[in-house]
């Protein structure tokens, strides 16, 4: 079963899809974990889980169509966060409210992130508040549950807040390898408010895309609006590899008559 899956390095040819500089995104910590430990629910003893993600070892990269934002990008989704599930689709939050951190735009200054802040403010934003405070949610929210990035698993000396800067950094890194818009572009589909999309269609185009992976969709009101990309783990969420996997749970999409309608403000 594990020789079907492809991984996705991330500094690895995956970045070639994206015109992003990928030095300009180089990690300041490393965990020392490398890539050649247990996969992410896939262990069958005892790991360290600074190295082996769990127990939210089914992580879902998950991205927004949401068309009433102001300047957001017509020809890209957005991000909406990374999500560490349970293997078996359960899931924890909030896991440590002492690390809810408030200054993230200032965590990523100091920590020379910059230019992954200055990916965040284009394709990380809220449709309800400020994108700090969406910044602010995800981190809390899912990446505090990260076992990964406890700060004890950092290498000694990091300053506060380092595993916040390597998740954000980790979470646009791996967004940046998953362009739905142009794999949903490149199967002829693009945001109408003329005509409507089968879900197979739309799930046919994005598996061609990402080299035979299924997503799931969501919709509000028949109209596409989320989706959820679902990997496994092969170390830290600091640099490790992420394996594609097909989703495990359905799109919530109707089967005909899906909607993908265009940004407003485009
Ligand atoms: C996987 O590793 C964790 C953490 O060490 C351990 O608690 C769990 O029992 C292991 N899972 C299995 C199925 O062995
Ligand atoms: C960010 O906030 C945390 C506490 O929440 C603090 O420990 C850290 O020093 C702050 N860092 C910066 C750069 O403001
Ligand atoms: C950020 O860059 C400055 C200047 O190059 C350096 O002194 C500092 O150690 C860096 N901080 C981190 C956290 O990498």
Same mark, same amino acid.
């Given at each position: ?32 974990? *490398? %890539? +050649?430990?247990? &996969? ?8 360290? $889980? =600074? ?77 309800? *508040? %400020? +994108?700090?405070? &969406? ?8 990446? $505090? =549950? ?121």
């Amino acid at each position: 079963m594990l020789s079907s899956l492809v991984v996705l390095s991330l500094l690895g040819s995956s970045m070639a899809r994206t015109s992003v500089d990928p030095m300009s995104l180089f990690k300041r910590i490393s965990s020392s974990c *490398g %890539t +050649s430990g247990p &996969l992410s629910c896939y262990n069958t003893t005892a790991v360290d $889980t =600074c190295c082996t993600e769990y127990p939210g070892g089914l992580i879902l990269q998950t991205q927004f169509w949401d068309t009433d934002v102001a300047d957001s990008p017509a020809d890209s989704w957005t991000i909406h966060g990374l999500w560490p599930d349970n293997c078996d689709g359960t899931y924890t939050e909030d896991c440590d409210p002492s690390r809810d951190y408030t200054n993230i735009t200032a965590l990523l200054t100091t920590q020379n992130a910059t230019s992954t802040l200055d990916y965040m403010e284009q394709y990380w934003l809220n449709d309800d *508040g %400020t +994108s700090q405070e &969406l910044w602010e949610h995800e981190w809390a929210t899912h990446g $505090t =549950c990260y076992s990964t990035l406890e700060p004890s698993c950092l290498p000694s000396g990091s300053p506060a807040g380092a595993e916040a800067v390597a998740f954000f950094e980790t979470v646009v890194r791996l967004f940046q390898t998953l362009p739905t818009y142009t794999w949903l572009a490149e199967a002829g589909i693009t945001p109408t408010s003329d005509s409507t999309f089968t879900l197979e269609e739309l799930l046919s185009a994005l598996e061609a895309g990402s080299g035979g992976y299924t997503p799931a969709l969501s919709c509000d009101d028949g109209a596409l609006d989320e989706i959820s990309w679902y990997f496994n783990l092969r170390g830290s969420i600091i640099d490790g590899e992420f394996v594609a996997i097909n989703s495990p749970e359905s799109s919530d999409c109707p089967t005909t008559g899906i909607q993908y309608l265009p940004k407003e403000s485009s």
